[in-house]
């Protein structure tokens, strides 16, 4: 069973910046493509930022605006979010997923993520 665990959420200003972590228990790591999604009460979840199992591929959400970033390092097994420049409008329970070929196959619990205007 693969199992992902999110970390790095929190309560930032507006303008501010976090990073998401999400490491993965199985092996090989590499395997997987990986995604971001975020939701907030009463609306679907819907994805943040996607990469490809091989790490050279990425997907962003227009929403994005260029302002996160999304990696992968195979050595610690972790895909990361980098969510600088934030708004009020970025506050959400962002979720981790992975699956082969494509993100949605397995989910993480989430971390919450406030951005105070």
């Known amino acids: 069973q693969v199992r992902l665990v999110e970390s790095g959420g929190g309560l930032v200003q507006t303008g501010g910046s976090l990073r998401l972590s999400c490491s993965v228990s199985?092996?090989?790591?590499?395997?997987?493509?990986m995604g971001w999604y975020r939701q907030t009460p009463g609306k679907e979840r819907e994805i943040v930022a996607a990469?490809?199992?091989?790490?050279?591929?990425?997907y962003y959400a227009d929403f994005v605006n260029r302002r996160f970033t999304i990696s992968k390092d195979s050595g610690e097994n972790t895909a990361y979010l980098q969510m600088d420049s934030l708004t009020p409008e970025d506050t959400a329970d962002y979720y981790c997923?992975?699956?082969?070929?494509?993100?949605?196959?397995?989910w993480g619990q989430g971390t919450q993520v406030t951005v105070s205007s």
């Open positions: 997923s992975a699956g082969v070929g494509a993100p949605g196959d397995y």
């Open positions: 199985e092996r090989p790591y590499n395997r997987y493509a």
């Open positions: 990469i490809s199992a091989s790490g050279d591929h990425t």
